[in-house]
């Protein structure tokens, strides 16, 4: 599953657990699986790593979401880096309440130094299984 979206070969580790959700891609996809208690909160955890490819600067987060039941948060919500550094964040979806009428919705999490913007869109679906 990995190589079909990697479009390349990727050799695994038989003692590793591997998620598609894993991957440091630019953009989240997230399913939440409905419960049959509708107060029950369903979490899922995304990590990713950027490089700062320019100057040294500090960049703030913000996020967008067209569905009122889904908390997203960031942690850290700051990231200041050195030239040509990594720093690792992690996305946090946190789903309660009633789903929207459409099963899913969209959002965005954007990176800003107040000069550059770094964006990367967000997908989330709601399903049974």
């Known amino acids: 599953m990995i190589e079909a979206v990697a479009r390349r070969k990727y050799p695994c580790d038989a003692h590793k657990h591997y998620n598609v959700a894993d991957l440091n891609y630019p953009s989240f996809g997230v399913v939440h699986k409905l419960a049959e208690n509708a107060n029950h909160t369903m979490v899922v955890e995304h990590t990713r790593t950027?490089?700062?490819?320019?100057?040294?600067?500090?960049?703030?987060?913000?996020?967008?979401s067209d569905i009122p039941s889904v908390k997203i948060t960031v942690k850290p919500n700051m990231l200041s880096f050195d030239q040509n550094e990594k720093k690792s964040y992690?996305?946090?979806f946190m789903a309660s309440g009633p789903p929207?009428?459409?099963?899913?919705?969209?959002?965005?999490?954007?990176?800003?130094?107040?000069k550059n913007i770094v964006g990367s869109p967000i997908s989330i679906v709601f399903g049974t299984s």
């Open 100 to 114: 929207p009428s459409s099963g899913f919705g969209f959002g965005r999490l954007e990176w800003s130094n107040g």
């Open 50 to 64: 950027l490089t700062n490819v320019g100057n040294a600067g500090t960049y703030k987060v913000s996020v967008t």
């Open 90 to 92: 992690t996305v946090t």
